[in-house]
């Protein structure tokens, strides 16, 4: 089962599943004008650029792998959590009303299980068979750089819906509309961590090790 993850598929499913979320956060953004729903299009768009970029590394030359997934990562910090983090600070600051938040939620549900089943697949592969309590061992040991950095994309994804969805119950229970505001924020803010942790694990590439080309 395992040998049937490529590298192909992972990247492909993050592409398609960031395909649908583009088309969901922008049609639920427009309907509710809650920030949060605005910073996860961000987070997809940037995903979107970022698997694209690592769908044309798997074609480029193996010396080439690491410059791609580089690039990848570098949109996701310089695009997605600074947009992120600059939408939501202003909408902390100059707090909205988010209306029908119930289609909100159910966009956030949608990124978070597809984001999520796309992080398994990534998961699978890393893990190659071993059990999910070697899987921090795994990502830092494995050469699959390309797989290691979808890994990071999807785990972002999910997290960022997680978080949203975490920031609008909020915002529902306390009835403060500084939680909109806040929960882009936080999202800016886990995308950027994720992404410099994903450039710090990539450091063997620039210093010299030769990785092999994913299949």
Known sequence: MNRKITAQRVVLTSFFVDLLDIVLNFSVAILTGSVVMVAELFQAVADLISSALLLIGLKRPEKEVYLWTILSALVMLIVASSMSFYFGLRRFLQPEEVENILLAYAALFVAASSNGYAFFISVKRILAGRGFRHLMKAFRDSPLIMTKNTFVLDLMGMSSAIL??????????????????????????VLALLSIDLVFSIKDLLRGKRVGREV
């Open 164 to 189: 949203g969805l975490i920031a609008l119950v909020l915002y529902q229970v306390f009835d403060d509309l500084r939680f909109d505001g806040l929960g882009a924020m936080g999202i800016g803010v």
